[in-house]
């Protein structure tokens, strides 16, 4: 039984939160179909619903009954029931986070739980309230096709929903909380744009007519060659793909590898991740909206337009496949031949071997010695920024600095960081300006130090060195090159700690 303003009554609240909106598909419009299992929803057959939270002194009944949700057709605004202990309990936590307290196991879960009930309960009663009020929403969506005149679907004919935490999102991968950076001076090139014999990524015009099936990837039907794909290759739309995202995924497929190697001498093909843990490390808040997954859905579908070249240029990879969601368990799955391949090719390069019988040298858990072949110093975070030119060269500043050795001042030009840095170097070449690539520059580089010291553990693993201080009086002269000194070196030597 509803009272006048659609709220149910026999339950107390005590609170509402501030209204939001969650975008539901109409159900009667079809969506496009991109390949089999893949699909897309038209912008135009969605429609935004409105939410308030109403906050209650007892625990709504999820999956019990629908009387935890109620629909006031005067404001056509939805109200969904949440308890105001737990409420108040994330709250508590959230805050004991923020303030950079480390949260127990239990904790974390609680949090995770309130996440998932705030993610999807508002989405679940936005579409049984779809359903059971179409014709009187129908108005407000873009191109909605008419209902049938069957009966109208009852909101408890819906299926019931079994509402997640991470650990019953069934086998997943974690999403780590540091980027790693390829410091092996064969592979360094392996996550970037830049031609390499070894390994590179190649953008392509379009990925039309291309298909990868039983680890072949074919074009127009045939096995695809180099030579074949040539005319496909370019540089000229590397600003449509989120490359430090690229790395969160490289991280995850790596960690995931180095946890299984010594188990069953595996990798995975497939990777799910727990969504709510990626937003976590990404740095995003915990009010993970529906268009936050769909954000990056869209960007893992945009790297299907770029190929992973290994070998000389001779073996061709997709290096990202997204393979679907599920909402009800907030993962996304996804696959990359082209960084599996990378991972397990750059494990074998970084085996130790006896330099007389070379054969691999062995820890006393049986498992290889390896040489250093990464740097887990910048935070995952770091993949969040908007200036991506910045996160580049954080990520080549990095990696100088971990590949200079003991006893050795790490230094780099300006130059080379340019010549590495694709984004940077095409930006600069499409600017006809002298003063707008300066300005490129200056944006690039001083947003770079700030990361530096900010995104990254460099200051805790090199407390001696001397790194950018944006404070300083001389720092723009000694830090930020103009296109008529970019052969300027930058140097971070070890200061006396005396």
Wanted: charged share 30%.
């Amino acid at each position: 039984m509803k009272d006048g303003d659609g709220k149910k009554k026999g339950i107390h609240i005590v609170g509402h939160s501030k209204p939001f909106s969650i975008q539901v598909q109409d159900p009667k419009a079809e969506v496009i179909v991109l390949s089999p299992g893949l699909y897309e929803v038209p912008q135009s057959s969605l429609m935004d619903i409105n939410i308030i939270f109403d906050f209650t002194d007892e625990v709504p009944p999820y999956g019990i009954s629908d009387e935890w949700w109620s629909f006031n057709e005067e404001t056509k605004t939805v109200h969904v029931f949440m308890s105001e202990e737990m409420r108040k309990r994330y709250v508590e936590l959230m805050d004991k986070r923020m303030a950079g307290a480390e949260l127990t196991r239990d904790e974390e879960i609680e949090i995770e739980d309130a996440e998932v009930i705030m993610q999807t309960v508002p989405r679940t009663a936005a579409e049984k309230t779809l359903m059971k009020y179409y014709e009187l929403l129908k108005q407000n969506i873009g191109t909605a096709a008419e209902p049938e005149q069957d009966e109208q679907k009852k909101p408890e004919e819906s299926p019931k929903k079994e509402y997640r935490t991470m650990a019953k999102a069934g086998d997943i991968s974690e999403v780590p909380s540091k980027m790693p950076i390829i410091t092996n001076q064969m592979y360094k090139n392996a996550i970037t744009y830049n031609d390499d014999e070894t390994a590179y990524i190649q953008p392509l015009k379009s990925a039309d007519n291309l298909v990868f099936e039983n680890d072949t990837l074919f074009f127009e039907g045939l096995p695809a060659s180099a030579a074949q794909l040539k005319h496909l290759y370019t540089k000229d739309n590397i600003e449509d793909f989120d490359l430090p995202l690229l790395r969160v995924f490289y991280a995850t497929i790596l960690n995931r590898y180095m946890k299984t190697i010594s188990e069953d001498n595996t990798i995975e093909e497939v990777i799910t991740i727990y969504y709510p843990q990626l937003a976590r490390q990404l740095g995003k808040s915990s009010n993970i909206s529906r268009a936050d997954v769909e954000s990056t859905i869209n960007a893992i579908l945009s790297f299907r337009n770029i190929l992973g070249i290994t070998e000389r240029g001779q073996n061709i990879l997709p290096v990202l496949v997204y393979l679907g969601e599920d909402r009800e368990k907030n993962t996304i799955s996804f696959a990359s031949p082209y960084m599996t391949k990378v991972i397990k090719d750059l494990y074998k390069a970084s085996i130790r071997k006896n330099k007389k019988t070379g054969k691999a040298l062995l820890k006393k858990d049986g498992t290889p010695l390896l040489e250093a072949s990464y740097t887990y110093l910048p935070d995952m975070s770091l993949a969040k920024e908007q200036n991506k030119k910045a996160v580049e060269i954080v990520c080549i500043v990095v990696a100088t600095i971990e590949s200079a050795g003991n006893g050795n001042t790490p230094h780099i030009s300006a130059r080379t960081i340019v010549e590495r840095n694709q984004l940077l170097k095409r930006s600069l070449q499409n600017s006809n300006n002298p003063s707008n690539k300066n300005k490129l520059l200056d944006r690039a580089f001083s947003k770079a130090w700030e990361l530096l010291v900010t995104k990254t553990d460099i200051k805790d693993k090199y407390p001696n060195m001397i790194l950018p201080d944006p404070k300083a009086s001389d720092f723009k002269a000694k830090w930020v090159p103009t296109m008529g000194n970019l052969d300027m070196v930058f140097e971070f030597p070890s200061k006396d700690p005396s």
